[in-house]
């Protein structure tokens, strides 16, 4: 079983900054994928970033703003957002599983944290 736990989300203006951190506990590998989803009202939860083995994936929509980080001595995962848009806003989950390929797919990860807000007003 892995326990993941979500912070630093809150209110921003657009093109402002937030990091979110996402700690993990219980049994954790260093093969599993960590991931960052978000899902905003009425939409569909979607991938945003994820790290793989050390290597880091990007939607389209936040490459370039966007910057996925592990630190694997304290288990944190964290996701650095950049020039923040008011697209942005949504409800933003970290989750983890094993997997291949898929890594933005939010049905192939088996652990989900509660979720941290990040609201960007423009």
């Known amino acids: 079983q892995v326990h993941l736990v979500e912070s630093g989300g809150g209110s921003v203006q657009a093109g402002g900054s937030l990091r979110l951190s996402c700690a993990a506990s219980g049994y954790t590998s260093s093969s599993m994928c960590m991931g960052w989803f978000r899902q905003a009202p009425g939409k569909e939860r979607e991938g945003v970033a994820s790290?793989?083995?050390?290597?880091?994936y990007y939607a389209v929509s936040v490459k370039g703003r966007f910057t996925v980080a592990q630190d694997n001595a304290k288990k944190t995962v964290y996701l650095q957002m950049n020039s923040l848009i008011s697209d942005d806003t949504a409800m933003y989950y970290c989750?983890?599983?094993?997997?291949?390929?898929?890594?933005?797919?939010?049905?192939?990860?088996?652990?989900w944290g509660q979720g941290t807000q990040v609201t960007v007003s423009s």
């Open positions: 790290i793989c083995s050390g290597s880091p």
């Open positions: 989750a983890a599983g094993i997997m291949d390929y898929g890594v933005l797919d939010a049905s192939r990860y088996h652990y």
